[in-house]
């Protein structure tokens, strides 16, 4: 099993850019979500989804778009990238049966310029 | 958000020493949990409490659900080099969110 995969690793935006994070879970769990995690916050909660074609927001949702296609794929959608964005972002996965004992992916670190 | 104080916000551990860290909310949570980061990689389980009062260990690490259910500690024993890194609490306000604590980072004393 590869677990939570995340793409790209890196990425540098500009201002006003969008671009999609990708991450995919093989490992059959209902539960995927969304945080990104700045210097001395933690990690916050941006969107997350129990199942195939279910999403809800989480703490800091704004700016951010979700959808769940598939059981597999979860991906994040910037619409308009602020430097406000500049982050890195960890995708995760779990049974619902335990939603918080999550799989985090390797993160992608993205800047926006 | 709900909020969740981690302390301390860092510390320098030595080689055999045991140490200790806690996570305190304004709320009441189901469900704490302790995670630990290594540098570039995403957090890692390291131990799930249900129940108030619950004392629960993996290994070196004991953690235990505070009996008012607003509060937790992780205790390291025996630290060794390999348990530095950034250590999360986290509680679960509701069915499926989670806050995160700001983190304690561990590392080795020169």
């Known amino acids: ?113 | 958000g709900q909020q969740l104080n981690q302390s301390p916000q860092s510390m320098f551990i030595q080689e055999g020493e045991d140490v200790s860290m806690n996570c305190t909310s304004s709320s009441i949570f189901n469900t704490w949990l302790w995670y630990k980061q290594d540098p570039g990689e995403g957090p890692v389980l390291l131990i799930a409490l249900y129940k108030a009062g619950e004392l629960t260990s993996n290994g070196r690490l004991t953690a235990q659900f505070g009996i008012t259910r607003k509060d937790s500690f992780l205790n390291i024993s025996a630290s060794i080099p390999s348990d530095v890194g950034i250590y999360f609490c986290a509680g679960q306000p509701n069915d499926y969110k989670l806050s995160f604590g700001a983190g304690t980072t561990v590392t080795v004393r020169a």
Not at chain 1, 19 to 39: F, G, I, K, V
Not at chain 1, 41 to 57: K, P
Request: overall charge neutral.
């Open chain 1, 1 to 113: 099993n590869a677990g939570v995969t995340q793409t790209p690793k890196f990425q540098v935006l500009k201002t006003g850019q969008s671009m999609t994070l990708q991450c995919a879970q093989d490992m059959n769990h209902e539960y995927m979500s969304w945080y990104r995690q700045d210097p001395g916050m933690g990690l916050r909660l941006i969107h997350y989804s129990v199942g195939a074609g279910i999403t809800d927001q989480g703490e800091v949702p704004n700016g951010y778009n979700v959808s769940r296609s598939t059981t597999e794929d979860f991906p994040l959608r910037l619409l308009s990238a602020a430097p406000s964005q500049t982050s890195v972002y960890f995708c995760a996965s779990s049974y619902l049966v335990r939603p918080h004992e999550q799989y985090f992916g390797p993160g992608t670190r993205l800047t926006v310029t």
